[in-house]
T-cell receptor, first 113, second 113 residues
Framework: GDSVTQMEGPVTLSEEAFLTINCTYT??????LFWYVQYPGEGLQLLLK?????DKGSNKGFEATYRKETTSFHLEKGSVQVSDSAVYFC????????????FGSGTRLQVQP | NAGVTQTPKFQVLKTGQSMTLQCAQD?????MSWYRQDPGMGLRLIHY???????DQGEVPNGYNVSRSTTEDFPLRLLSAAPSQTSVYFC????????????FGSGTQLSVL
């Protein structure tokens, strides 16, 4: 079945550091890929998405590129802020007709001033 | 707009008790779903609905019931609570058939003693 694997956390960075959170997936065909973010005490929010190979999703300074050859969708940001501290979830939606998303286990990011 | 509203935010149950977690959305979304979030396991789909009167099982449906009598509401029922159901529960909705963007409620933290 479909699966998403994320790097273990927590990831602790200083403000203005470069961020990479790794995400790889297993799926049949060409799924749509997503990053969701969960701030403390809140539900998840869509951060960015990509629907086909080589697409780059971007939002709020975050970027991720759909790499079919490596089945990856790594999240990057050039300069993190304390306000980026949250849990980040990688997810996929397959194209076989099911509407459900398959989520990774989440990666906690802690940014220190 | 209220978006997706979940109640209660916190609940403690004894083993064997029953309860209903409420979920309502005011965006006229046809798709609604329930996830549970457990440490190290990400979000897992419990049940989902593609419209009023239509429900289906997700990845972990055992011990839970749902119904969808209106577009707005999608309650989750625990018939006989077990300690294994201690978790954080999220309701989510989306517009249309692609389910490309989920809107999440703020969650219900449930403890079963």
């Amino acid at each position: 079945g479909d699966s998403v694997t994320q790097m273990e956390g927590p990831v602790t960075l200083s403000e203005e550091a470069f961020l990479t959170i790794n995400c790889t997936y297993t799926a049949t065909g060409y799924p749509s890929l997503f990053w969701y973010v969960q701030y403390p005490g809140e539900g998840l929010q869509l951060l960015l998405k990509a629907t086909k190979a080589d697409d780059k999703g971007s939002n709020k300074g975050f970027e991720a590129t759909y790499r079919k050859e490596t089945t990856s969708f790594h999240l990057e940001k050039g300069s993190v802020q304390v306000s980026d501290s949250a849990v980040y979830f990688c997810a996929l939606r397959d194209r076989r007709g099911r509407r459900a998303l398959t989520f990774g286990s989440g990666t906690r990011l802690q940014v220190q001033p | 707009n209220a978006g997706v509203t979940q109640t209660p935010k916190f609940q403690v149950l004894k083993t064997g008790q029953s309860m209903t977690l409420q979920c309502a959305q005011d965006m006229n979304h046809e798709y609604m779903s329930w996830y549970r979030q457990d440490p190290g396991m990400g979000l897992r789909l419990i049940h989902y609905s593609v419209g009023a009167g239509i429900t289906d099982q997700g990845e972990v449906p055992n011990g839970y019931n749902v119904s969808r009598s209106t577009t707005e509401d999608f309650p989750l029922r625990l018939l006989s609570a077990a300690p294994s159901q201690t978790s954080v529960y999220f309701c989510a909705s989306s517009q249309g058939s692609t389910n490309e963007k989920l809107f999440f409620g703020s969650g219900t933290q449930l403890s079963v003693l």
